[in-house]
């Protein structure tokens, strides 16, 4: 009977078309001091910014489907209205919406996988960012933001000004508000050449386990996908690295567009993805920072045993270590595992150098991870890394891993591959999209690779080299498997694309740095083949070839290069994971089915057991 009647007494209030709260949550991207409304049938509604920039409000309404949000001015007035028309739910109501920007799902296509995981990459507390375009707004110093911003080199010089400026951070994510005070810096050298400045985040608080994060421009790449792509195909190699995710970006009164948000190589990330644990202790890590082609190179070449005769050149740099365990006065014990590694390296060519038996093998795996590094060099070859490990020595850790007792490569800053020689002027001019191994070996005046050539002499290490090739570009780089991953990344920024470009092209920021004044026309292009002949890619001896035109031809020259390769008579049980052509048709979909038709079957295996 009571049911009945509240029934009817619910429907007596509908019939009367009673009211009901309407909730609204909106990011402005329109920067500081901007106002946003709520707007259904003809009622315009200002919301109140709770933390700003996230406005807020509660309308009380009789029936609300169809709304927009709105740009106010501070007398309330409409100024702007986004494009797009959105129909009211509950769903959307529980999450942060972003002004002019449709509430996404995107799930990205996972790349096939073809090797077993040698590391951890990442624990329980320290999940890889997730897949979503955070807002971020600093709030910094003014005076200090301005130095930073101004002169991110000091006085005109070529030295970095390595200043702080003190924020609050406002970080929101369709599902979160995050809020702490901290700190931003400019980083760096050929990011700090932009105008559009790459940037550290350091907080006082933990966001997602982390301490710190890396704002990257992407201020030399039109397609804004390169170290997305390039992250995801080192990781789809178990290679360990910084993977990044999207992000607006704002200090103060600049808006600076869409960045890459990513982790920086620091103790933490190396805790948890080499080790797989936050409480692990780490070892040594050396940042290798080589100028090319001019020099000095990270080439590690044995000088002396002093600490000091390495430490002078500036190409070795103590990067992280447990600096609460170690007195940091005692420089000597930081730069131990250095000198150590180039000694026991220089050790091994006058031994094996040209013994190419295993032993020679065996010797090198003692203290070092060969198969690591192979990989490193195989993704690099695929993508031409003009800064990186395998042509110049840069952009890279060398680690030497406390756990397993060897020392191995980590590699970072995937901003200038996937393009061509860019401005590195040690490619051969004209035949460097052809060679998927000596490339890098064009002109060694420069830069003789001491390190890789010793390495690739030896056949057992090379011939390893080429089945890793094999692998990654007949699976991970095939072209349809890529261009499925770039769509999806495409169409996951693709509303942030103008208003990014248009955003560089008005910021004030005094500094006046380079600036590439791309269109969504260039974004485009890069996502398809144009099938252009290669010198129309360059331009003020720059050459930057359209990303996929670029992954198609790249991929096609080293599948050429590993035709010969029989895969199932190169296998090292240790390290292989036998795909078939299915992972092509859809990448990501079928390793999953495949995974859980083999947790079936065992299952039902377990299952007859138990029966018989
Ligand atoms: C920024 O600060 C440095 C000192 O750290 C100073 O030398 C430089 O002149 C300042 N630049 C500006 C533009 O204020
Ligand atoms: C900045 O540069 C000018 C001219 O190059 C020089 O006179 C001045 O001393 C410099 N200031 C600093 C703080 O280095
Ligand atoms: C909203 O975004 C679209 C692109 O997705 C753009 O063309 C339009 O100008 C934007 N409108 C406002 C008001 O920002
Ligand atoms: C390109 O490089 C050549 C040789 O280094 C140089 O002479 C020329 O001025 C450069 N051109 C441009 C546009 O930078
Ligand atoms: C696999 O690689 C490991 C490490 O390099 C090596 O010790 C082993 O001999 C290899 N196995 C085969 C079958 O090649």
């Not at 409409?78 to 999450?95: C, F, P, Q």
């Not at 002078?312 to 170690?326: A, G, M, P, S, V």
């Not at 990989?375 to 800064?387: G, I, K, Y």
């Not at 299915?582 to 377990?606: A, E």
């Amino acid at each position: 009977m009571k049911t009945i009647s509240s029934l009817f007494v619910l429907f007596f209030f509908f019939a009367l078309g009673y009211a009901k709260n309407y909730k609204f949550n909106v990011v402005s991207i329109l920067g500081e001091n901007s106002f946003i409304g709520v707007k259904y049938g003809n009622v315009i509604t200002p919301l109140t910014p709770q933390p700003f920039p996230l406005f807020s409000g509660l309308i009380n309404a009789d029936k609300i489907e169809e709304y927009k949000y709105v740009e106010l001015n501070s007398l309330g007035n409409v100024v702007g209205e986004e494009s797009l028309t959105r129909t009211y739910s509950d769903e959307n109501s529980k999450i942060n919406e972003v002004y002019n920007r449709s509430n996404k799902n995107i799930k990205l296509p996972e790349l096939p996988k073809p090797f077993q995981q040698m590391f951890p990459m990442g624990s329980k507390k320290y999940q890889p960012l997730p897949n979503v375009i955070y807002n971020v707004y600093a709030k910094c110093d003014e005076a200090a933001y301005k130095n930073l911003s101004s002169q991110p080199f000091l006085n005109g010089t070529k030295q970095q000004n390595d200043n702080l400026a003190i924020c609050q951070f406002t970080i929101i994510s369709p599902e979160n508000v995050f809020q702490t005070t901290g700190s931003i810096h400019v980083i760096g050298y050929g990011s700090r050449l932009y105008k559009k400045l790459s940037w550290t985040m350091k907080f006082d608080k933990k966001f997602l386990g982390r301490k710190a994060i890396k704002m990257r421009a992407m201020a030399n790449d039109p397609s804004l996908i390169r170290e997305k792509f390039a992250s995801e195909l080192y990781k789809s190699a178990g290679i360990p690295v910084q993977e990044c995710t999207y992000a607006r970006f704002f200090i103060n009164g600049d808006n600076y567009g869409l960045y890459t948000m990513l982790d920086s190589l620091n103790r933490k990330w190396i805790k948890n993805y080499i080790h797989g644990n936050s409480k692990a202790d780490i070892g040594f890590a050396y940042k290798l920072d080589s100028a090319h082609p001019e020099g000095p190179f990270a080439d590690f070449k044995y000088i002396d045993e002093n600490y000091l005769s390495y430490r002078k050149r500036h190409t070795y740099k103590i990067d992280e270590y447990e600096e609460d365990k170690l007195n940091p006065m005692e420089e000597s014990k930081q730069y131990y595992h250095l000198v150590q590694f180039i000694k026991l390296y220089r050790n091994w060519v006058v031994n094996y150098g040209n013994d190419f038996s295993d032993k020679a093998v065996i010797e090198l795996e003692k203290f070092f991870n060969i198969e690591s590094m192979l990989r490193v060099l195989a993704v690099e070859s695929l993508t031409l890394a003009t800064d990186n490990f395998f042509m110049v020595m840069s952009n890279s850790d060398l680690y030497y891993n406390p756990e397993k007792k060897y020392y191995q490569i980590l590699p970072f800053d995937f901003d200038r591959m996937l393009c061509g020689p860019f401005d590195n002027v040690m490619f051969d001019p004209v035949g460097y999209m052809d060679d998927c191994i000596t490339w890098v070996n064009y002109d060694e005046s420069h830069f003789d690779h001491y390190f890789t050539n010793n390495l690739l002499k030896h056949p057992q290490i090379k011939n390893r080299y080429d089945v890793i090739l094999a692998k990654i570009s007949r699976y991970t780089f095939d072209k349809n498997v890529v261009a499925r991953y770039i769509h999806a990344v495409a169409d996951f920024i693709r509303e942030d694309v103008q208003w990014n470009f248009e955003l560089n092209d008005k910021l004030t920021i005094s500094y006046n740095g380079i600036h590439n004044h791309f269109t969504v026309n260039d974004f485009e292009n890069n996502l398809v083949n144009r099938n252009l002949e290669l010198s129309t890619f360059t331009k003020n001896n720059i050459t930057q070839i359209d990303l996929m035109q670029f992954i198609e031809m790249r991929g096609d020259r080293c599948r050429a290069y590993t035709s010969s390769i029989d895969l199932s008579k190169n296998k090292n049980h240790s390290f292989d994971i036998d795909l078939t052509d299915d992972v092509l048709k859809s990448s990501g979909v079928s390793s999953i089915t495949k995974r859980s038709f083999m947790l079936l079957f065992t299952f039902t295996s377990v299952l007859l057991f138990f029966m018989i």
